[in-house]
């Protein structure tokens, strides 16, 4: 599985557009990248997937360079609400189809 | 509406004295995880279960045990409960757990507390 790395937090404030990087050297052929969302005391919830190149939806981007190696979630405009903990996945597969979340990136954002 | 139900949502308890964490979903999903969330650790996963009658260890299973006997459930067994099992827990579902990474649905969360 994928190993992914991380800033372990994030300070912006409201209004701006904020980029959080992801760095997964080894990621497979195969893997997809996944971002989550979690805010204190509830489950994760889904953000945004892709594989290469660009993904957007009515929340946030994906910017994949074409080596895959990294993979940047960008928050356009965010608000006190986008105050939560980020996290990256790169595939489900591996030989034991564990999931490995990791510590996120706690992004906190200001007034 | 789809979604994962966890009961109990809060629960404290005594160290060694058996407890139950039940998880369902209703979207007819074959990928089943436990996932428990400590302060500064973040996610870890417990045990996961690809389909019925399959469960495997996640990466910190000690002290834990599941079932899946139905599609539908995934019961958290703490047989001997212990103080350094005080955590936040979530029960998540995916549609499988194939090569993409399908989208992991999120329980509430149950706090547990082992005094």
């Known amino acids: 599985l994928a190993k992914t790395t991380q800033p372990i937090s994030m300070d912006s404030y409201e209004g701006q557009e904020v980029n959080i990087t992801c760095s997964h050297n080894?990621?497979?052929?195969?893997?997809?990248i996944t971002w989550y969302q979690q805010f204190p005391s509830q489950g994760p919830r889904f953000i945004i997937q892709?594989?290469?190149t660009k993904v957007t939806n009515e929340v946030a981007s994906l910017f994949i360079p074409a080596d895959r190696k990294s993979s940047t979630l960008s928050l356009p405009r965010v608000s006190l609400s986008d105050t939560a903990v980020y996290y990256c996945?790169?595939?489900?597969?591996?030989?034991?189809?564990?999931?490995?979340f990791g510590k996120g990136t706690r992004l906190h954002i200001l007034p | 509406e789809a979604q994962v139900t966890q009961n109990p949502r809060y629960l404290i308890t005594v160290t060694g004295k058996k407890l139950t964490v039940t998880c369902s979903q209703n979207?007819?999903?074959?990928?089943m995880s436990w996932y428990r969330q400590d302060p500064g650790l973040g996610l870890r996963q417990i045990y996961y279960?690809?389909?019925?009658?399959?469960?495997d260890k996640g990466d910190v299973p000690e002290g834990y045990k599941v079932s899946r006997k139905e599609k539908r459930n995934f019961p958290l067994i703490l047989e001997s409960p212990s103080p350094n099992q005080t955590s936040l827990y979530f029960c998540?579902?995916?549609?499988?757990?194939?090569?993409?990474?399908?989208?992991?649905?999120f329980g509430p969360g149950t706090r547990l507390t082992v005094l």
């Open positions: 998540a579902s995916s549609r499988t757990s194939g090569v993409r990474a399908d989208t992991q649905y």
């Open positions: 080894n990621i497979a052929t195969n893997d997809y």
């Open positions: 892709g594989y290469k």
């Open positions: 996945l790169v595939g489900v597969m591996n030989r034991d189809d564990k999931i490995i």
């Open positions: 979207m007819n999903h074959e990928y």
């Open positions: 279960s690809m389909n019925v009658e399959v469960t």
